[in-house]
């Protein structure tokens, strides 16, 4: 039995498939191997050389991602299709505020409120029950669609929070697979392309719906029932993913559930540094959110609405290339070094966000090149939030904890900011222009995002070494870390 809980095959008989399976063994043998492609079990042993475990750990980092990437994608099945509609011409109580706006600031509400919940419980959730939580969860989400097609008028707002107070809690859930390993800045960063790419193509599937005839009410359930199967069958694979390995905590820190006297301690510790993170996230999180739930409205503006594929198409470029700027932090091992590429990506987000806005307003940029590249600028600035900020700072400051901690407050303090948004928008600007609110939007952006972003690089790069700033990652596994490596990565 090698670390982490891994089997080892020593003999012929184990190569046989009779192997010791102990209570805390993740790996059972070849039907794993042949999921994880292939990958030899008995391969890993201790003759191991550094080049073959260093192409298992690839190839199990890969394969890692692409079921967390999976997990997540179908997540974004039962909480965006809502917006592929603008139900026009429907006010929520007879008022002032559109049907559209009271559910997009309806299901925020519950989505904001999963993320203060989620601070306690994703912070604490153990192994064990992680997969029973992200299927119960996923499960009220869709029956609260449901619900959403089948009662009255404007019930179907109370409807709608309820499916998004489970779904705050589903990243939280699938990060802590992840996180605290190696690799984690690469997983990180493919779990973030999930959500940049979904939600364009969620959209169109549910678009795609609405062609063919089904009732607009029922359409984000049709959509997010389509997509199910899929997402138990990654919860499946995810639960086979091993935990850190003794080599991933000594150079990441040990990741663990967090008691309320840790998560006290760690904000007490770095609250310099965290305030400005967490402000610039309010506006950054409304930003991104406005930009997502109200894109059909600023691509008709644009007179692009109608073509098809039009969402996937604006973001599908940017996921991959934040995807590869951000997955590409993992050949920085050392941690001090790897926060100043974050910080320093992070404010060039910010800066093309401003500076393309520009450009649009000056006719350098079409209405459609503007807003792929103010999505890549303000995805730029958000995905690091969401992947390798927090867990380079635990690494950098040798916090033993959970980067989920980190992450669900930043997301509490964001969706607070984008249901403000929404209602400054409706009841105090209500005509202006989509556009108009945009383009303003993103002056401010620009402004406070430089401001803050440089307020707490100052702070978390001035951090003294004792702190942990000068860990460094291992550039690869040597001889005597071969094994350790190989093991942690046979699934991973």
Not at 485 to 492: K, L, M, W, Y
Request: charged residues 15%; glycine residues 10%; aromatic residues 14%.
């Amino acid at each position: 039995m090698g670390l982490g809980g891994v089997v080892r095959y020593d003999g012929a008989e184990d190569r046989a498939g009779k192997c010791d399976l102990s209570p805390h063994a993740v790996a059972i043998g070849g039907d794993r191997n042949r999921l994880f492609g292939g990958m030899s079990l008995a391969a890993m042993n201790s003759t191991d050389t550094a080049e073959n475990s260093s192409a298992l750990h690839w190839r199990g980092s890969l394969a890692a991602a692409a079921i967390a990437f999976a997990a997540y994608f179908c997540m974004y099945a039962f909480r965006k299709p809502l917006t592929a509609n603008d139900y026009e011409g429907i006010f929520f109580l007879g008022g002032a505020l559109k049907l559209k706006s009271a559910l997009v600031i309806s299901q925020v509400l519950g989505y904001a409120l999963s993320k203060f919940v989620g601070v306690k419980f994703c912070s604490e959730v153990t192994r064990e029950r992680r997969a029973f939580w992200l299927v119960g969860l996923i499960l009220w989400a869709e029956l609260a669609l449901v619900a959403f097609g089948a009662v009255p008028g404007d019930w179907k707002v109370a409807a709608i929070f309820f499916n998004g107070l489970p779904l705050g809690m589903i990243w939280g859930l699938v990060v802590r697979y992840l996180e605290g390993r190696k690799s984690s800045d690469f997983l990180l960063a493919a779990l973030c392309c999930s959500f940049i790419i979904s939600t364009g193509i969620v959209k169109d599937a549910g678009k795609a719906w609405l062609r063919v005839g089904v009732d607009p009410f029922w359409m984000p359930a049709i959509t997010g029932a389509s997509f199910f199967i899929p997402f138990l069958f990654a919860v499946w694979l995810l639960e086979r993913l091993p935990e850190p390995s003794l080599g991933d905590r000594e150079q990441r820190t040990e990741r663990k559930s967090m008691r309320r006297d840790e998560r006290t301690l760690f904000l007490r510790n770095f609250w310099i540094g965290l305030v400005p993170l967490f402000v610039f996230y309010a506006v950054l999180a409304a930003f991104r959110d406005f930009r997502d739930n109200f894109s059909k409205e600023l691509l008709d503006e644009l007179g692009y609405s109608e073509v098809p594929g039009i969402f996937t198409a604006v973001e599908a470029p940017t996921a991959f290339i934040v995807t590869g700027l951000l997955a590409a932090l993992i050949l920085i091992k050392n941690h001090r070094t790897s926060l100043w590429a974050i910080f320093g990506t992070m404010i060039a987000g910010a800066l093309v966000v401003g500076l393309t806005t520009v450009g649009y307003l000056f006719g350098q940029l079409d209405g459609l090149s503007w807003m792929i590249m103010i999505g890549l600028g303000g995805y730029l600035a958000y995905v690091p939030y969401n992947a390798v900020l927090f867990e380079r700072l635990l690494a950098c400051t040798r916090s033993v904890g959970t980067a989920v901690f980190g992450i669900y407050i930043a997301d509490s303090f964001g969706y607070v900011g984008s249901i403000l948004v929404l209602l400054y928008k409706d009841v105090l600007a209500p005509k202006t222009t989509q556009i108009d609110f945009f383009v303003n939007f993103s002056w401010v952006l620009a402004a406070v995002g430089v401001v803050s972003l440089v307020t707490s690089g100052y702070f978390f790069l001035r951090l003294p070494s004792s702190a942990g700033s000068s860990a460094v990652v291992d550039s690869g596994p040597d001889e005597t870390s071969a094994v350790d490596d190989a093991q942690a990565t046979q699934v991973v």
